[in-house]
C-alpha cells in the first residue's frame, strides 16, 4: 500500500470502542514493521490528523480532523462558512486566510488558505498557539466573561512569547480593546515579523465558535492596507452570521 492508504487504514481502525491505538496495534492491523509504523504515526500527528494518546502511549483522531468533518457537512455549517470567508480573504488580499478552533487552552489552524503574495507568513497548519497568545485566540475570548476566562486558564497566562500578555491583568486589557473594535490582532507571537488578524465567528443554535484570520509581515502592510484587511475581516464576519 502506498502511504496514503496506509494513513486512511490508521482512520479507519478508530471508533467509539476503539479510541487509541498503539503503534504495536496498527502494525498489526496494517501488517507493517513497527519501525515503519511508527514513523507513520508520528508523521500523522505533526500534522494534525493524529493526536497523542491520553496516557501518553497511543494516538487518537487528530484536531485537524474536526476541520474535515466542519467541512464536509451542509454548505450552511458554520465551518463551510469560516472555510469559504478565509478562501475568499486569502484571494482578494494576496495573504494567508485561516479558520481555527479552540481546543482546550489552544487554538489550531482547521483550514489554511495561502495567498498569491510571494511572501507568505503563518502558522503550520494543524500548529496550536496558546488562547491567549494569539489573535484567534483572543478575537474568541473577548467575547466570554472574565469569570469564564479565568476558570479556563485557571489564573495564568502563557507567557509564550515577549509580545503576548505578560499578565491576567494585561491579558483583559487587550480584550476589552478587542470587544470596543471589533477584531482581534497579534505581532510577532506567531513569529519573527508575522502578523495577524481575527475575528470571531458564532452560531447562536449550536454554540459553536471559531476564528477566521488573515496572516501577513508586519514589514509589508502599511496603515492603509491594515485598514483594509481590518475592514474585510468585519465584512466577512457578518456575512459569515448571517442569519
Known sequence: ???????????????????????????????????????????????????????????????????????????????????????????????????????????????????????????????????????????LLAGWSRERVTELLQGEVSRIRPHSPQTMDELFERLARVRAQGWSESREEAGKGVGALAVAVREPRTGEELSVCITFPVATVDAAEHAQLVALLLQARSEIEKP
Not at 502511549?57 to 467541512?71: A, D, E, N, S
Request: glycine letters at 12%; charged letters at 20%; hydrophobic letters at 40%.
Open 1 to 139: 500500500m502506498t502511504p496514503l492508504e496506509n494513513a486512511v487504514t490508521v482512520l479507519r481502525c478508530f471508533s467509539l470502542d476503539a479510541r487509541e491505538l498503539t503503534v504495536t496495534e496498527a502494525a498489526q492491523r496494517l501488517g507493517l514493521p513497527k519501525s515503519n509504523v511508527s514513523r507513520l504515526l508520528r508523521a500523522m500527528r505533526e500534522v494534525g490528523l493524529l493526536d497523542a494518546g491520553v496516557e501518553g502511549r497511543g494516538y487518537r483522531p487528530g484536531v485537524m480532523l474536526v476541520g474535515f468533518g466542519q467541512i464536509a457537512q451542509s454548505g450552511h455549517s458554520l465551518g463551510a462558512r469560516a472555510n469559504a470567508a478565509a478562501r475568499r480573504l486569502s484571494e482578494v488580499t494576496g495573504h494567508s486566510g485561516f479558520a481555527s478552533a479552540r481546543i482546550g487552552r489552544e487554538m489550531v489552524g482547521l483550514v489554511h488558505h495561502v495567498g498569491t503574495n510571494t511572501l507568505q507568513v503563518g502558522m503550520t497548519l494543524g500548529q496550536r498557539f496558546p488562547i491567549d497568545a494569539s489573535a484567534t485566540g483572543r478575537a
